[in-house]
């Protein structure tokens, strides 16, 4: 009995000592593996429209070791929600590619069976040997298309994965393309909204000091006016002639030290105009 | 002997596990009461007007016209018996997705402190907290500001007594200076940013400066 017991529990190991076996994937999952020296681990990439819309990205990708090779691919942008994963993970079973595909997404998309072209539930993985976006021609693309789900839980259509290069296209819901572009349009961008601030900034200031200016204007008169009447006389008398000039003198002192107030914003030095 | 030495460790079992009983011998009151209801009255609720469905016109700096669509809304109770409202509003195109997340104790609830809540807003990376801008209007406080005294709001929110935005005049706004997440990794760390989120409690989100020169901003002129 004793005899029959020992190869009995040798054999039970040996059938529960499948977490030590090697990883098998298949042809597909290794091409996804093997481009681990084309990225920087942490790289900052560029998407835009054809109009003016550009957005920052940053992509994190983990390629695990020799021995026990994975890919973990995320990127998220700045402000709007792109926000798109992969994951490729080989196992004894043949291993399966999980898919992210919105920010905060609930449910999960696997492929666990990683031959592409793949489909779950609607979703489809397609294998593409190159992809012109832009100018540029990217090879090596993975295509994921959310179109003929029933129940899209994506915030987008489809993107492409360069395994070389990262996220290079998303298309967004309701079928607008954005593309990878370099930083330069990046900064284009942002100089040209300064430009359009500075601008619009000093249009106001323009429309706010003439208004300011055509206030102070009309103050200034009202007063000099109302001096001028305050000191009106009989202009037969040569000694009202010098009356007059005076009371002219003081309505401009003060109707330009009503402006000088005014231009330098300060409404409490007008009372020190001698009014 | 041995048949004693058994018994001995029997009683001494039965002892222990006796012992560790008494973690549910504790009396009801000590319990944590839920709220029958996870309903969020005051400033969190009031925050847009969202429901579920609504389209909010908005438009880009770039010139894109777009709605914001609310997408969901969810009230529910946590383990902690705290009460969550998240409200998602999103865009087909620009991409935009945006999360009001209101929480809120079950028993400190009385009418003076319902509207004290702050929302925190996530746009993109960018994180907002906002509070009932009438609550940052009585917090006034005095801060030198290039050599002057004046009068602001709190370090990260001012009240702002009307502004206009895309040809409407809005009253009682605040703006919540925003945050960045440091590392897309570790999402819970966060740094200043110049981003600026501009709201009222009636029309909620009314303007978002991104730090890129870039602006989303309500526009309700052509609705």
Redesign the interface.
């Known amino acids: 009995m004793k005899k029959l017991l020992l190869p009995a529990v040798l054999a039970f190991l040996v059938a529960c000592g499948d977490d030590n076996d090697p990883p098998e994937y298949t042809e597909d999952m290794q091409s996804l593996l093997d481009t681990s020296k084309d990225f920087s681990m942490d790289s900052v990439i560029y998407l835009a429209d054809t ?3 550009v957005d ?1 990205l ?1 992509q ?1 990708v983990d390629f695990g070791d020799r021995d026990n090779p994975w890919l973990s691919y ?1 990127v ?7 926000n798109v994963g992969l994951w490729v993970t080989p196992n004894s079973d043949g291993g399966f590619i999980k898919v992210k595909c ?3 997404q609930d449910k999960d998309i696997v492929f666990n069976e990683p031959k592409f072209p793949a489909t779950v539930d609607g979703y489809k993985l397609k294998f593409k040997s190159s992809l012109k976006v832009r100018d540029t021609k990217y090879h090596d693309v993975l295509e994921f298309k959310a179109t003929d789900s029933l129940e899209n839980i994506c ?2 259509r489809a993107f492409y994965y360069g395994v070389h290069d990262g996220l290079v296209k ?1 298309v ?3 079928g ?1 393309e ?1 593309s990878r572009v370099p930083a330069k349009v ?1 900064e284009d ?2 100089d040209r ?2 430009s359009e ?1 500075a601008r619009a900034d000093s249009l106001a200031q323009v429309v706010a000091d003439s208004i300011a200016q055509a206030v102070a204007d009309s103050v200034a008169k009202a007063i000099a006016d109302s001096i001028v009447k305050a000191n009106e006389i009989d202009s037969t008398d040569s000694d009202s002639d010098e009356l007059l000039q005076d009371a002219l003198d003081i309505a401009e002192t003060v109707a330009d030290c009503i402006k000088k107030a005014y231009s330098a914003g300060s409404l409490t030095a007008i009372k020190d105009c001698k009014i | 002997m041995l048949y004693c030495k058994i018994r001995y460790f029997a009683c001494a079992s039965l002892v222990l596990l006796c012992a560790c009983g008494e973690i549910d011998t504790y009396p009801d009151t000590y319990s944590q009461r839920c709220s029958d209801t996870a309903a969020i009255d005051g400033f969190q609720a009031d925050f847009g007007g969202y429901k579920k469905g609504k389209r909010i016109p908005y438009k ?5 016209l777009f709605a914001l669509t609310v997408t969901d809304r969810e009230n529910y109770i946590d383990g902690a018996c705290e009460k969550h409202l998240v409200t998602t509003l ?1 865009s ?6 945006v ?1 009001v997340s209101g929480k809120t104790g079950t028993f400190y609830y009385d009418g003076a402190q319902k509207n004290r809540q702050p929302l925190e807003i996530e ?4 994180v907002f907290t906002v509070v009932d801008p009438l609550i940052l209007k009585e917090v006034l406080h005095v801060a030198n500001v290039n050599g002057k005294d004046t009068l602001l709001y709190g370090p990260d929110s001012n009240y702002i007594e009307k502004m206009e935005v895309n040809g409407v005049t809005y009253k009682d706004v605040a703006v919540s200076h925003g945050e ?1 997440y440091k590392s ?2 570790n999402k819970y760390s966060t740094v200043k940013s110049d981003a600026k989120l501009y709201y009222q409690t009636k029309k909620g989100i009314l303007k978002i400066e ?5 602006h989303i901003a309500i526009n309700e002129e052509d609705d």
């Open positions: 109009v003016k819309f920052m940053v994190e995320s998220n942008a700045v402000s709007s929600a792109i919105r920010p905060d915030n987008i998303v967004s819901r309701n607008v954005l990046y961008a942002e909204r300064a601030r | 880009h700096s770039d010139g894109y999103e087909a195109y620009p991409i935009y997705s999360t746009f993109g990376q960018y960045k897309f990794n991104l730090e890129d020169g870039s």
